[in-house]
């Protein structure tokens, strides 16, 4: 997977989310390539109950965007576990890392 962080974000840069929200944005692209529909949202529906585990470790004004590689149709649950971890740990302590790739 590969991760992108924008932090420091404007409002207008948010759509027109509320100022006061101060929960970061996550979204997720899963190309073709990692399977036909059926795998595809099994990894978007792994990759959103991971990353919902870990939103505390984003800034309030980040937007982070999760791209699945096609190695992720077939990882495990534990595996892409452990890449997300890792992935995020390196992008909060040193942004200029971005992207972030892991598996």
């Given at each position: 997977m590969v991760l992108h962080l924008l932090t420091g974000s404007t409002p207008a840069e948010r759509r027109g989310h509320h100022e006061a929200a101060a929960a970061p944005l996550v979204g997720f692209v899963v190309s073709k390539a990692v399977g036909n529909a059926v795998a595809r949202n099994r990894v978007k529906r792994r990759l959103r109950h991971?990353?919902?585990a870990r939103l505390t470790a984003l800034p309030g004004d980040g937007v982070l965007v999760v791209r699945a590689l096609p190695a992720a149709a077939e990882a495990?649950?534990?595996?892409?576990?452990?890449?997300?971890?890792?992935?995020?740990?390196?992008?909060?302590?040193?942004?200029?890392t971005v992207p972030v790739s892991a598996t």
């Open positions: 991971l990353v919902r495990s649950s534990a595996r892409l576990a452990r890449d997300l971890e890792t992935a995020l740990h390196r992008l909060v302590a040193d942004p200029s």
